[in-house]
């Protein structure tokens, strides 16, 4: 059996698509920012910035700017759990009441290491009262989370129900800190981020980069315009949701959790916690799932596992195959930033290219470019070896797509939807446009930094 190589990294032509279709889809929705970088194998080959880091001040995004990655916190922390199991030091079967005397008596003593870090604990998602979450309250310290978790107890047996929870992750922190003896941002420092060199990321708020991170925003439904949201500490739930960072060094952080490194962990556990231990949804059979820390997912024929983070400002979304090596990192300053669909779509754009193979020949670029009338927008983009039509107008950039071959000074559209103009010409315009099927479609230029910075402060 042949083991898959890394994936190959596509050519300048695929990569200035990707780019293009994020830059429109973010001016689209009217994101204020976003960073986006991709990697093979922790190795970066592509990071850009796009829009505002704050809207209200015209300030650029930058590759540099720190965003709070939410949820992604519980990849670090079921490694760093995990790191402890294979040094002998924790037992995926010990109950919790072992290692924090506080739980030690009631019917969370008995909750399972393993049941936290698959979500199957029965413990509340976020409390009875998580107000915290819209800053109504400061997130809670840690006496006040075993209080959360005492007195909401449990809302099904443990082990009966893949159920998401932050107070589980919560706990799996403090247990963390119970085994080493040091505090959670230490032990996330000496477990993961020292060792692989993460410059720009810790287990919490950093304060004294406070002028380092996109301001976050709130989303479109509050009213005609964003407001600024403020960042605040994640007291003891920073090891569900309070991890800082950038996509850059999660392109290096993802990279070590491919088969093969054992930087952080056996490729044996890796396996174990990048699996689908439970369904995301037992009602759909979409393959989504969820391991310990991680989320296993499907994007067409490709399997990725990693997370999505929501924190208040701040959407985020990694994608990451652990064979090939491929990580597709997106962080969006807004509380409505499309950060999974636009990391499924670059996932997309990607697969294409790998399967169509090769460069697209110089003679074929010069049709490459963004074009528009009254009734869409098209780019006629390189992916891989390929001319395509792409779908500006969703987050699918294939869906619809029509494939192009030259054929003469013309465009044959050689494949695509049976409703659109298969067999057709694409001709030049006088005017620099095209006739495309028969209907005209201008040039729809781009302002300097890209249709993202057309959102302007004072829109949205």
């Known amino acids: 059996m042949t083991t898959p190589g890394p994936a190959p990294v596509p050519d300048a032509a695929t990569l200035e698509t990707v780019d293009r279709w994020v830059d429109y889809r973010l001016w689209h929705a009217r994101t204020p920012g976003a960073q986006v970088a991709l990697g ?30 939410a949820s992604h916190s519980k990849t670090f922390t079921a490694t760093l759990v995990l790191q402890l199991v294979e040094q002998g030091r ?21 909750l399972a290491v393993r049941e936290l870090l698959e979500h199957t604990s029965g413990l509340l998602r976020d409390g009875r009262d998580a107000d915290y979450w819209m800053f109504q309250r400061p997130f809670p310290d840690t006496d006040t989370l075993l209080a959360m978790t005492r007195e909401g107890g449990l809302k099904t047996a ?63 439904h509050t009213g005609p315009r964003r407001r600024a949201l403020e ?15 950038t996509a850059s060094d999660l392109v290096l952080y993802f990279g070590a959790h491919v088969l093969g490194d054992e930087r952080l962990l056996s490729d044996r556990t890796k396996r174990l916690q990048q699996r689908q231990a439970n369904p995301a949804d037992p009602r759909t059979d979409d393959g989504a799932g969820y ?4 989320v296993r997912e499907r994007v067409d024929d490709q399997v990725f596992v990693g997370h999505s983070g ?40 990607l697969a294409a290219a790998a399967t169509d193979g090769g460069a697209l020949p110089a003679s074929a670029r010069r049709w490459t470019g963004r074009y528009a009338n009254p009734w869409t927008v098209v780019d006629v983009a390189a992916v891989g070896g390929r001319l395509r039509s792409l779908s500006t107008g969703t987050w699918a950039p294939l869906e619809g797509a029509d494939e192009l071959a030259e054929d003469g000074d013309e465009l044959l559209i050689e494949a695509g939807s049976g409703y659109g103009s298969v067999g057709e010409p694409v001709t030049r315009s006088t005017a620099g446009g ?27």
């Not at 796009?50 to 650029?60: F, H, I, K, N, T």
């Not at 924790?90 to 008995?110: I, N, Y």
């Not at 230490?186 to 410059?199: F, M, S, Y």
């Open 40 to 69: 093979v194998a922790g190795v970066p080959f592509f990071s850009r910035a796009y829009g505002y880091a704050d809207l209200e001040r015209a300030v650029p995004m930058t590759t540099g700017h720190l965003f709070r990655i």
């Open 291 to 294: 391991g310990w820390g991680m």
């Open 434 to 460: 095209l006739r495309y099927g028969g209907m005209s479609l201008e040039p729809f230029p781009d302002l300097p930094g890209g249709p993202a910075h057309r959102l302007g402060p004072d829109a949205g």
């Open 231 to 245: 960042h605040v500490d994640t007291g003891a739930m920073a090891a569900a949701t309070g991890f800082t960072s």
């Open 310 to 349: 929501g924190y208040p400002g701040h959407i985020t979304k990694t994608l990451l195959d652990p064979v090939s090596g491929l990580t597709i990192s997106v962080l969006t300053n807004a509380v409505d930033g499309p950060a999974t669909q636009l990391a499924r779509g670059i996932a997309q754009l």
């Open 90 to 110: 924790l037992g995926l079967d010990d109950p919790v009441g072992t290692h924090l005397p506080a739980l030690a008596d009631g019917p969370l003593a008995d």
């Open 158 to 220: 443990p082990g009966a129900l893949y159920a998401y929870s932050n107070l589980g992750y919560s706990l799996l922190g403090l247990l963390v800190e119970a085994v080493t003896g040091t505090s959670f941002g230490d032990a996330a420092r000496d477990g993961v981020t020292a060792p692989l060199g993460l410059a720009d990321t810790v287990a919490d708020y950093w304060r004294d980069r406070a002028g380092d991170y996109a301001v976050g925003h709130t989303g479109l």
